[in-house]
């Protein structure tokens, strides 16, 4: 975290930066920044996207994008497709990620399923990681095999008024000891400094949208200027929607309080 005053940058930072989306144009965008150290997405993101054909798509990407890791994520609910699609996927290019969701949607387990693909030379992502039990649970069969990554959803954990930072930071640790060829990744941030909170507590890496990638240029910025441009935006907003109050709308003290007393 900076302290002292001192203004934000992304110098600062030694967490690296996947971008986490399944709009064609915006990924190549952002694999045009050297800062940009990777790419994920997932089965929700895509069909927002209109994607129809799964391969199609990520082919295309890969093509595109043959020296950074992607993480593609598998879509069945039944353990043996699961395994089945993992291998698929991680056919398609040396950088590719298999993302396999911690449980499926009846709640069990995918432990051994990853210990087996880890174990292949299959590289995982575990995703939808929620709790340290999750991790504690995962890790043993993270420890062998395969590098992979360990996705905690950091901003989900804060949308139910937790803070996810020591969270993470003991997730840090537990993975340190336990499978040390697992990265942790700080999931679904909600904003731009949640960056600086995953550096602070020594993720890996950290996930972020095209929304946040947006606000970069906001980084170090003079708050004074920032208050400007927000006094001038109201401004502007209230004389383009034609806002007016004429004498004739002033209300004396007694009538303004006859009216709210009616209104009662």
Known sequence: MIKGGKAPSLADLKIRIFADGADRRDILEMYAQPFIAGFTTNPTLMRKAGIRDYKA??????????DRPICFE??????????????????????????????????ANTCDLIGRLTSRGV???VTAVMTLQQVKDV?????????????IFAGR?????RDPAPIMKEA???LSKTAPNTELIWASPRELLNLFHADAVGCHIITVTRGILDKLPLLGKDLGEVSLETVKMFSDDAEKAGYSLSESDKLGVESAYERVVSVR
């Open 123 to 125: 590289k995982v992502n």
């Open 139 to 151: 890790a043993p069969c993270l420890s062998y095999g395969a590098a992979s990554y360990l996705s």
């Open 74 to 107: 598998v879509f069945s609910d039944d353990m043996r497709e699961m395994e089945r699609q993992a291998e698929t996927i991680a056919s398609w290019g040396e950088n590719v990620y298999v993302k396999i969701p911690v449980t499926n949607t009846r709640g």
């Open 172 to 174: 840090v640790r537990l």
């Open 157 to 161: 954990i804060a949308d139910t008024g």
């Open 57 to 66: 798509f990520a082919l295309d990407l890969l093509d595109a994008i043959p």
